[in-house]
């Protein structure tokens, strides 16, 4: 069966620093991987998606950054943090997106 | 630019009564997903239902269903013999027919009492 992990479940990080989030998806190949933000009291922001390996779209425009080294790993990263980066991450896959996401656990990142 | 509106931010039921929770969209699109998320307070996002918009009938799950009047394009999630695991926000999502990503909307937080 298909799994998706996420780490770390919980961040804390200082203004400045950078960031690397993984996501890794076990049990298919091949997928459509997604990244999104939820901010305390909005809905999920898409950041990015991706298709196949180093193929990224970015939707908002921002501090962070996408990639995907291997077909079946989603990373977000960031060089330096800004306190507006807080948040709870959430990468997702899917293969037949019209039937929706499988998503992680998500990462609940905090910049102090 | 397709939106996704949940006006309602918090909403509670009695454990076994009947809640319905309710989304707006707006689209120019024909063909279309809507979708409605649980997201428990261990922040897991579970698909509760699915509704394809070229389909009339109303989408079922279990305890779950919901009512789609695409000409009002609403889409409300009805939840009947409401449980203490209920208790979650409640995401309602739409993704147009030539794309893949998902919109959603701010949320909705149930609690159900006992």
């Known amino acids: 069966s298909q799994t998706i992990h996420q780490w770390p479940a919980t961040l804390v990080q200082p203004v400045g620093s950078p960031l690397s989030l993984e996501c890794t998806v076990e049990?298919?190949?091949?997928?459509?991987l997604y990244w999104y933000r939820q901010a305390a009291g909005r809905g999920l922001q898409l950041l990015f998606y991706?298709?196949?390996?180093?193929?990224i779209s970015s939707e908002v425009p921002q501090n962070l950054s996408a990639s995907r080294p291997q077909d079946r790993q989603f990373i977000l990263s960031s060089k330096k943090l800004l306190l507006s980066d807080s948040g709870f991450y959430l990468c997702?896959?899917?293969?037949?997106?019209?039937?929706?996401?499988?998503f992680g656990s998500g990462t609940r990142l905090t910049v102090v | 630019a397709q939106t996704v509106t949940q006006s309602q931010p918090e909403m509670s039921v009695q454990e076994a009564e009947t809640v319905t929770l309710s989304c707006t969209y707006d689209?120019?699109?024909?063909?279309?997903?809507l979708f409605w998320y649980k997201q428990p307070p261990s922040r897991q996002m579970i698909l509760v239902i699915r509704?394809?918009?070229?389909?009339?009938q109303n989408a079922t799950e279990n305890r779950f269903s919901v009512n789609f009047q695409k000409a009002a394009k609403s889409f409300s999630l009805k939840i009947s013999d409401s449980q203490l695991g209920d208790t979650a926000m409640y995401f309602c999502?739409?993704?147009?027919?030539?794309?893949?990503?998902?919109?959603f909307g701010t949320g909705t937080r149930l609690q159900v009492f006992p």
């Open positions: 997702a896959w899917s293969h037949a997106p019209n039937y929706g996401y499988t």
């Open positions: 049990g298919t190949s091949n997928p459509n």
């Open positions: 991706s298709v196949g390996i180093g193929q």
């Open positions: 689209t120019s699109e024909n063909n279309y997903y």
């Open positions: 509704q394809e918009a070229y389909k009339q």
């Open positions: 999502a739409f993704m147009g027919d030539n794309t893949d990503k998902l919109i």
